[in-house]
């Protein structure tokens, strides 16, 4: 039994790794490799009698899932019945109960493991010249996503209050630590959005702990408070964002490095009710912060050498931090993780996961194309990787080991080809030119009006 279970985690491990590039000896070294993958499993995986879905392919089909056009359980169940076939192994019936099952058994933690190692591992590979000076760039922001309208959903992730009950949408707020260099999500957590204490401040205060010693954090203008700035630099790291609306910046005070560009000191806010008055007082009384302006936009920093950060070079470091914006619509629109489709809280916290885990695999493809052909990842195409992965998927997976390396070459050196058009400074209205079909707005609950166009029909209503 032992034998057969290492063996069937070799031969998963095989074809996923193959479906998305990690070759042995293509550049990287191999993350999903069996060894890793089964001390995953081991870690938190769940003992189990040989199934129809056993969890590495559950996962495998999972990802290939929110990777598809289709996303349906159907489509997978198909493909499932196409594999066993062409591996001489019995047919299986078509139903998707058997599949739903197996994603209700997945450990979560395993999408989520296997998300992070992937994604340090790629962060962590980035050459020198992906980095901003040598340092390691980590962008936050948060962003908000919907689900289907069920109880469990409600409980967990409340839709918002100004709606009535009935007529919205359970919503859950997901904050990230995404890679500068690389695009990988590196950490991530989802809570509800529900009011104050559930803004983005909330996730990156939990996130702090992942930042390592000189890493830069990069974030907006809303994070720009005293105890995030204390907190990234109590871990080593430092910091780069606008300034906070509410705080004045006045630069007649402080320490003068050049025009509009001094070190001031801020002070320690007041003791939130919450906190214990000895916590509080493990706290510094001020912290040294760097303010400066370029064109307009006050930026503050924890670096304080101009010679190593320049306000230029700050200026055009805070630009990027757009990159966050493009990933998000990138995870929500070509992963169509804006409206999630599981029914309940286990279930979506797994289709999130398995998301973002199928973000960095596809994210790591692009990273190894990118270093082939000597080009940074984040001027590739994420959605024409996407693309040819998914129409290279069952060749990947059937091309015998002799003829693998050629087929990865190739792919790889046509996804280096999907460069994206240089747009400089580009302006886009936020506003759709195609009107929506003309009709009414559901203004009550969908049960009261299946009841109202049932009584229509028996002319129960005038």
């Known amino acids: 039994m032992k034998d057969t279970k290492v063996e069937r985690i070799r031969q998963g491990a095989a074809m996923l790794r193959r479906q998305f590039l990690h070759g042995d000896g293509i550049l990287f070294d191999p993350v999903l490799d069996a060894p890793t993958l089964a001390t995953v499993l081991d870690a938190h995986g769940k003992p189990n009698r040989e199934r129809l879905y056993p969890p590495l392919d559950t996962l495998r089909l999972f990802i290939g899932q929110v990777l598809s056009a289709d996303r349906a359980c159907q489509d997978v169940v198909g493909r499932r019945l196409s594999e066993r076939l062409a591996q001489g192994q019995s047919a299986n019936a078509l139903n998707t109960g058997s599949y739903c099952d197996a994603r209700q058994r997945l450990p979560l933690a395993l999408p989520v493991a296997l ?5 340090a591992q ?29 109880p469990d959903n409600q409980q967990a992730y409340p839709q918002s209050r100004e709606q009535k009950p009935g007529l919205g949408f359970p919503i859950a707020r997901i904050g990230a630590l995404i890679g500068l260099a690389s695009g990988a999500v590196l950490r991530y957590q989802v809570a509800a959005c529900e009011g104050k204490g559930t803004g983005e401040q909330s996730p990156l205060a939990n996130l702090l702990p992942h930042l390592n010693t000189g890493d830069v954090l990069l974030a907006d203008a809303l994070l720009a408070t005293w105890w995030i700035v204390e907190g990234a630099s109590r871990r080593g790291a430092d910091v780069v964002m606008a300034q906070h609306g509410r705080r004045l910046t006045d630069f007649t005070r402080g320490s003068k490095l050049g025009k509009k560009d001094h070190v001031v000191q801020w002070p320690r806010p007041p003791k939130p009710k919450t906190m214990r008055a000895e916590d509080y007082a493990r706290y510094p009384e001020f912290i040294a912060m760097r303010e400066l302006e370029v064109d307009g936009r006050i930026l503050v920093t924890t670096l304080l050498d101009p010679g190593f950060a320049a306000p230029r070079a700050l200026d055009a470091l805070y630009r990027m931090r757009w990159n966050i914006e493009v990933d998000f619509r990138t995870i929500k629109i ?6 999630l489709r599981c029914k309940s809280q286990s279930m979506v916290e797994k289709e999130i996961a398995v998301c973002l885990l199928a973000y960095n695999l596809v994210r790591w493809a692009m990273a ?23 129409a290279f998927s069952d060749q990947l997976r059937r091309t015998p080991s002799m003829q693998i390396g050629a087929v990865i070459a190739t792919v790889l050196a046509s996804i280096a080809t999907l460069k994206l058009p240089h747009r400089p400074d580009r302006i886009e209205p936020r506003a759709k030119k195609r009107r929506p079909k003309n009709l009414p707005l559901l203004t009550v609950p969908r049960e009261v009006a299946r009841e109202f166009i049932r009584a229509q029909r028996l002319n129960r209503v005038p």
């Open 122 to 150: 790629l962060e962590s590979l980035a050459p020198k010249h992906w980095r901003w000076q040598g340092r390691t760039v980590k962008l936050f922001d948060g962003t908000t996503v919907s689900m289907p309208d069920t």
């Open 368 to 390: 190894k194309a990118a270093e082939l052909t000597d080009v940074l990842p984040r001027v590739l195409s994420f959605t024409g990787a996407k693309r040819l992965l998914a």
């Open 334 to 339: 070509t992963l169509q993780m804006d409206v």
């Open 115 to 119: 998300g992070v190692t992937l994604g």
